[in-house]
């Protein structure tokens, strides 16, 4: 098993977030689940694009590339919805990156891929951030650059739904999100 960041949404470092890599840690992975805000999660998204706004993009970015010092070049990049755009801003500096994990949103351009990256995706269908159209295209050029991306649709689901404290919480999607995600991370 190997090491996996994974960084938060735009709410901030969540319960949800802290369960997750839980999760992962008994599946016998080295999880680090950075805060990325430095001040308490909030409750709505309206609170967070906000939060956001008064914390900075750069701000935010600088936070995640500090968290990854001293991790091993090969660790999985993974993240929640804004996390996940986190995680893939990131992978142009990481060229050893084991695996890009992205659940609740895309992350990653072409240009930062190198050829065999295992990519995995876990979206809403439809999501309220990531329309159709662009999810298409953006899978297009992320598998005509080289990667093994594998994406997974949730019809029905909300955009975060595999948090249990938000209304989009879809128990069946989110089960399946993290039997996938699982198997995902013991093939490395």
């Given amino acids: 098993m190997g090491h996996v960041v994974l960084f938060h949404s735009v709410y901030g470092l969540r319960p949800a977030v802290l369960a997750a ?3 992962l840690r008994a599946a016998g992975h080295q999880v680090h689940a950075p805060d990325l805000y430095g001040v308490p999660a909030v409750n709505s998204v309206a609170e967070g694009f906000a939060l956001l706004e008064r914390i ?18 090969d660790t999985v990049l993974a993240g929640f919805s804004m996390g996940a755009g986190v995680a893939g801003a990131l992978l142009a500096e990481r060229p050893e990156t084991a695996g890009l994990l ?16 295992r990519v995995q995706l876990h979206l809403a269908d439809p999501d309220v951030y990531d329309p159709p159209d662009e999810v298409e295209a953006w899978q297009r050029e992320m598998t ?29 999607a989110a ?8 198997a995902f991370l013991a093939r490395r």
């Fill in 21 to 23: 890599a839980d999760r």
């Fill in 56 to 73: 900075g993009q750069q701000t935010v970015l600088d936070r995640a590339r500090a968290a990854l010092d001293g991790l091993p070049p």
């Fill in 102 to 117: 992205l659940l609740h949103g895309t992350g990653g351009s072409p240009a930062a891929v190198r050829p065999g990256l």
């Fill in 144 to 172: 005509a650059a080289g990667a093994d991306l594998v994406a997974h649709r949730y019809p029905g689901a909300g955009h975060l739904f595999t948090d249990p404290t938000v209304a989009d919480h879809d128990p069946a």
């Fill in 175 to 182: 089960a399946l999100t993290w039997n996938r995600v699982t």
